[in-house]
């Protein structure tokens, strides 16, 4: 590597854990990539992706702020959240920027560039699949829950997890980062619900194992 070659890092998960990991990274000399789960169902995102047939844009917009160098007002207008309002309450304003791009854009990967550049963020952000998927469990007792938000409320062991629909097609963009990086980061975040629906996508796992980079996991 080139002395003044930046090292290639990669970071896989979603949820609070990674915006929080990311925020210290790019204080570094790297060249930083987050691959962020779309599998959130909750709240304004779960909203979003219902109504809107769209990737949840909740566990993105986090991370696009936390690689952001914009200015501090814009990043706190961006994760304002409208408290009353018919249909809006609840909602982060954030959320439907992402929403409204992706309709602009006719593309929510592309939504996600164009947003990037709006905010300044150091690095580049992309969703594990360019569409809305969902987490679903199986627990020990044989049960099934549909939906990320709703597994950690069912109080019970989960034996396995699977996305649905069945053909989920990786972003190539995902795959070429995770090929060419020097790092690779798990976490941190929950396993389950924030770490394996980004490893379930096809194509994920065996482009983390064929990577050259070393692979490191972030337990909680």
């Not at 930083?32 to 709240?43: E, N």
């Not at 207008?77 to 791009?101: C, E, V, Y």
């Not at 593309?107 to 679903?136: M, W, Y």
């Not at 619900?193 to 070393?214: C, D, Y």
């Amino acid at each position: 590597m080139n002395k003044d070659e930046k090292r290639k890092v990669v970071v896989i998960g979603g949820g609070t854990g990674l915006s929080v990991l990311l925020r210290g990274l790019k204080t570094l000399p790297l060249d930083l990539t987050a691959i962020v789960t779309v599998a959130d169902d909750g709240g304004s995102s779960g909203r979003l992706r219902d109504e809107l047939n769209i990737p949840p844009p909740g566990d993105i917009r986090n991370v696009l702020l936390a690689l952001s160098e914009a200015e501090p007002l814009l990043n706190a207008l961006m994760q304002h959240r409208f408290k009353n309002g018919d249909g809006l309450s609840g909602h982060a304003l954030g959320n439907l920027i992402i929403a409204a791009m992706t309709d602009i854009t006719g593309d929510f990967f592309k939504a996600i560039t164009e947003f990037s550049r709006v905010l300044n963020v150091k690095g580049q952000v992309l969703p594990a699949a360019n569409q809305s998927i969902v987490l679903n469990a199986v627990m020990t007792d044989g049960t099934i829950v549909i939906g990320e938000s709703k597994i950690p409320l069912s109080d019970k062991k989960i034996k396995r997890v699977f996305l649905t629909p069945q053909h989920i097609k990786p972003l190539p963009e995902t795959l070429r980062a995770i090929e060419k990086a020097d790092l690779i980061v798990l976490g941190p975040g929950s396993l389950y619900t924030s770490i394996l629906p980004n490893l379930l996508v096809p194509g994920m796992m065996e482009s983390i194992k064929k990577a050259k980079a070393k692979k490191i996991y972030i337990c909680n």
